[in-house]
């Protein structure tokens, strides 16, 4: 024989269920928040050459990220924890970048990207006595500013009138050298 419990149906088991009803409705309207989307890691790099001595800069494109982590193996600083860190590299060579990313469940993705890094250049220095810049690297395209704008002529002709040159070297991949010291012309005869 099979005995049934019977639980005399009150105002608080009222209350109780009527509560959990309500509960389950709005939990049910409501979408959880980490279980539909997924933990992703990307980046992308925003120089279009990768040049020693330039600072390259790096942007996390995660999805549904809370914090991120970046290792730089041969840059300086060799990790950081910003979503676009900035990095310099000194040395050529191909060198490792990775990406950590964690949401808010603890869970972890990671990316890991290899770029080559090219000769840049550190310094260019005008000398007074020899303008010819680019003779011993021919590789190196001389891009000259007068009053801080880029003259596009393939050649430099001393303006006679109080004029300010400064000397930019681009190589054939892109790399673009610091400006040069100053040359500040203001007559000639």
Not at 50 to 70: H, M
Not at 130 to 138: A, D, H, T
Not at 158 to 165: E, F, H, L, Q, T
Request: aromatic share 14%; net charge negative; charged share 20%.
């Amino acid at each position: 024989m099979m005995t049934t419990c019977r639980f005399p149906l009150n105002q608080f088991n009222t209350v109780i269920l009527s509560f959990l009803t309500l509960l389950i409705s709005l939990v049910s309207c409501i979408p959880f928040q980490g279980e539909f989307l997924p933990l992703k890691s990307v980046f992308t790099i925003e120089n279009p050459a990768i040049c020693s001595f330039d600072t390259i800069r790096f942007v996390n494109e995660s999805s549904n990220e809370v914090y991120c982590k970046w290792y730089f193996s041969g840059g300086e600083p060799h990790y950081s924890e910003s979503k676009r860190p900035q990095v310099v590299y000194v040395a050529t060579g191909n060198y490792p970048v990775k990406l950590v990313v964690e949401n808010h469940f603890g869970e972890k993705d990671s990316v890991t990207q290899m770029i080559t890094v090219t000769q840049g250049i550190e310094e260019v220095r005008i000398e007074y006595e020899n303008l010819w810049i680019c003779g011993s690297r021919p590789d190196l395209i001389p891009l000259w500013y007068v009053n801080d704008r880029l003259d596009d002529t393939d050649y430099i002709c001393i303006d006679p009138i109080n004029a300010v040159y400064r000397l930019r070297v681009k190589t054939e991949e892109g790399c673009l050298s610091p400006f040069s010291n100053i040359i500040i012309v203001d007559w000639i005869y």
